[in-house]
């Protein structure tokens, strides 16, 4: 990276009022934690690394342009953010990249620009981006481009952490925790009796860390997961079963067992779904496995290769649009239509593990879009989209603002933006997206039985976007107010 090129790549670099998204990401996902250091290989004015600091991380960076001086080094894990797309010769791209690989002990972090921003940007043709008209280049990838580019020249396990944004990884062991953390279910928290036992009173905080533990798992923790409560809860009851069997007495036999049982179908199930999902970048050997899946695998199957079974087993049937379709019809999640089920994104861990799975198959490609909250399940074909729905809370009709739609055929990725458009799509019946324990359900269901009662949903072909909804409003005399119905005078 010569700053003295012709293209003035450091222009390129902007100030940012927050942490950049692949660094934001990062931090949500675990990548970057506190007793790992950071380096920002082309930092640019060195915002991210500024704010990292601020956070009480150890972080570094080096910019050919803004941070000359700074010196080059190793960390945990090295952040490469929107780097390789202002780079115009694609040989020094590629080195750049190997670059900042051999840099990362743990973790290399890989932004670019999306191919959807191409649009926004004002310039003509060079080599294989755009030159601005600023002068600077830019270089706009497909997310699967991307994705194949960067197993070309890394040949690593990576993830897709979000359009446009992968971790590589050195350590399989680590891609995979990640992969499993993303399927994982947290269970709700379940009211616990008024217990007044004083053996339960006096180990109260190590006694919850256990429960947790297995109402999480299915299982009990071996000594490892839970060092010091572990510890504890030995030193007062000799072992973790008799510390469970104490458990089980307070909250009462029947209600224990069920809550163990419903905890291990809900672990079953989400190691079927992190094991199709795996299958996908190469499913690691038994001896790559995180220990703590391992022990999940053991514990609930028996066996990897048992486990690994079931989960091909899935996967078939994702193949099979017909199984899929008929999954889809069965669910009590999400809205049916003619052509896809729709779900909310807070309802998508209660899906069946083949839906799940379906969903699994474009995070592969696409990884977290953190801004869709509406999840569209093909029925016809194998695709998936994530649809973005701002305000969807509040707004009781709210607009679709952005899609992005995964092929799962042709492994393709298409974004499609309807921020622009004077008549969008919007939704009606928002209670049929999300689940019944939704903290809004109740005000949602009491909106579409006022709307029905008034007549407005008559029809519902035919008021699907913005501007034919509002004639409607007009033609029946009534104007909304929040999430109720108002005759207008």
Request: aromatic share 8%; hydrophobic share 40%; with cysteine.
């Amino acid at each position: 990276m010569d700053a003295t090129q012709v293209v003035p790549r450091h222009l390129t670099a902007i100030a940012r009022p927050d942490l950049s998204k692949p660094v934001a990401l990062a931090l949500a996902d675990g990548i970057i934690a506190p007793s790992l250091t950071v380096f920002d290989y082309g930092c640019g004015r060195g915002d991210d690394v500024t704010r990292l600091k601020v956070l009480g991380y150890e972080a570094h960076g080096w910019d050919p342009g803004h941070c000359p001086d700074s010196r080059i080094r190793s960390a945990d894990v090295v952040n490469l953010g929107y780097v390789v797309n202002v780079i115009e010769d694609p040989a020094e791209r590629a080195w750049v990249l190997r670059t900042a690989w051999s840099l990362a002990r743990h973790v290399l972090v890989v932004a670019a620009r999306p191919d959807w921003e191409a649009r926004t940007v004002a310039g003509k043709r060079h080599g294989d981006g755009i030159l601005t008209n600023r002068g600077t280049f830019q270089k706009f990838f497909r997310q699967e481009e991307l994705q194949a580019w960067l197993q070309s020249e890394l040949k690593a396990s990576f993830v897709a952490a979000a359009p446009g944004i992968f971790y590589v990884f050195r350590d399989e062991s680590r891609a995979q925790s990640l992969l499993a953390s993303r399927v994982t279910r947290r269970p709700a928290p379940i009211h616990c009796p008024d217990i007044r036992r004083a053996v339960y009173e006096t180990h109260r905080e190590e006694m919850d860390a256990l429960r947790g533990f297995v109402e999480t798992r299915g299982r009990l923790p071996e000594l490892r997961e839970l060092p010091g409560t572990t510890a504890q809860l030995i030193a007062s009851f000799s072992s973790i079963k008799r510390a469970a069997a104490v458990l089980r007495q307070v909250i009462g036999a029947e209600e224990w067992d069920h809550r163990l049982e419903s905890a291990r179908e809900r672990a079953r199930q989400d190691l079927l779904v992190y094991l199709a999902f795996a299958a996908f970048s190469g499913r690691p050997k038994a001896a790559d496995l995180p220990k703590e899946v391992a022990l999940d695998v053991k514990a609930l199957f028996g066996s990897y290769r048992a486990a690994c079974d079931q989960a091909d087993q899935l996967l078939h049937c994702v193949a099979d649009q017909q199984a899929l379709n008929a999954t889809c019809r069965q669910s009590r999640v999400g809205k049916l239509t003619a052509e896809a089920l729709y779900v909310h994104t807070s309802g998508l861990d209660l899906l069946s593990p083949l839906l799940r799975i379906y969903e699994a198959c474009a995070r592969v490609l696409t990884g977290t879009v953190t801004e869709a909250n509406i999840v569209k399940l093909s029925r016809a074909a194998p695709k998936v989209s994530y649809l973005t729905y701002p305000d969807f809370d509040r707004n009781p009709h709210p607009a679709l603002a952005t899609s992005l739609h995964v092929d799962l055929n042709l492994l393709r990725v298409r974004y499609v933006d309807f921020r622009e458009s004077a008549n969008p799509p919007i939704l009606h019946r928002k209670e049929t997206f999300v689940p019944t324990d939704h903290p809004s359900h109740a005000k949602f269901a009491y909106l579409t039985r006022q709307e029905e009662r008034a007549g407005l949903l008559r029809d519902s072909a035919s008021i699907g976007t913005r501007e034919r909804w509002q004639s409607r409003l007009d033609e029946l005399g009534y104007r909304l107010h929040g999430h109720r119905v108002i005759q207008k005078k």
